[in-house]
């Protein structure tokens, strides 16, 4: 149940350094995003991929204010909707990684080739099929926003949204930065290729929950 006032959910001291705590830490460590934020760093380096970081922050942040607004009811009432949702996942990262492998990068003082990095509104968008993002969203707004009564109130829900809009951007920008890094090792066509398929089985293995959810189930 959503409440417009404070409630219980509401954060104290403890409980908002864990959630700052667990954005870092979730939003730091590999997944679809940072794969491809890397390789965009190898590709098109950092300033061509800074719209790419903000579409993750700020998309991921919309994305987890419309699920603790209450987005998962319409998955409970609608079960049909979370088996879609997994299609379009797993197509749209087997798409993602055929790009990534067949990216046209620029090398260091070489003319610019084809390709372009991620814009602001695909990287937004990617957060609605990103299994790792819907992970992290409902597990975010289940433990920092909700209450043990099972209620929520609009201030929680906005605050979980706004640590990880804050907590994102910097978290995501190692992988750029890493990613330019590397450019300088990268200084062949067939390293840049290899480099380029590496991430793209990287994003395919993401897709390994999804697929086979009971793997690793205990």
Known sequence: MLSFGH???DMNYEIFLALVAFAFVSSVTPGP???????SGVNFGVWRTVPHMFGIGIGFSFMIFLVGMGLMQLFDAFP??????KVVSVIYLIWLAYKTATAAPKLPDAPQTAGKPMTF???AAFQWVNPKA?????????NYATAPDNTRSVWAVGTVALVFGIVNF???SIWTVLGQQMRRFLTSPTRLRAFNWTMAGFLLLTLIPVVFPNLFAA
């Open 134 to 142: 819907w992970t992290m969203a409902v597990y975010a707004i289940t």
């Open 7 to 9: 409630n219980v959910a």
């Open 33 to 39: 995003n940072n794969t491809m934020l890397m390789a």
């Open 170 to 172: 910097p978290s995501v």
């Open 121 to 123: 509104f695909q990287a």
């Open 80 to 85: 049909v909707l979370d088996t879609v949702l």
